[in-house]
């Protein structure tokens, strides 16, 4: 069974670090896209990074470009988020995705996702 699993969120002070992790089982990483997005309480979902299989090329969102990290470890069948710098508006649950054809426009897009981790943002 195709599953993905994320961990690693939690509570953080403005201006420090967390990295997520995405577990998949049930398939193989390496011939999916992989991206991020999150949701926010109120707010609609926002891609925030997706990494091509095909050259690994990676796209991020302005909200999060220069301080979040995509990176994915084939023998791991994992994915990570590295998050520095993180400020207040980065709250909220953080999901990873996969995709079969194409990093999606808006990075929010997946063919399946897990159930997310939080991330709490608090001084």
């Known amino acids: 069974q195709l599953q993905l699993v994320e961990s690693g969120g939690g509570l953080v002070q403005p201006g420090g670090s967390l990295r997520l992790s995405c577990d998949a089982s049930?398939?193989?990483?390496?011939?999916?896209?992989v991206g991020w997005f999150r949701q926010a309480p109120g707010l609609v979902r926002e891609g925030i990074s997706c990494?091509?299989?095909?050259?690994?090329?990676?796209n991020y969102a302005p909200s999060v470009k220069g301080r979040f990290t995509i990176s994915r470890d084939n023998a791991k069948n994992t994915v990570y988020l590295q998050m520095n710098n993180i400020e207040p508006e980065d709250a909220g649950v953080y999901y990873c995705?996969?995709?079969?054809?194409?990093?999606?426009?808006?990075?929010?897009?997946?063919?399946?996702w897990g159930q997310g981790t939080q991330v709490f943002v608090s001084s």
């Open positions: 049930g398939f193989t990483l390496d011939r999916y896209n």
């Open positions: 990494m091509s299989v095909s050259d690994g090329t990676t």
């Open positions: 995705g996969v995709v079969a054809l194409a990093c999606p426009r808006y990075m929010d897009s997946y063919d399946y």
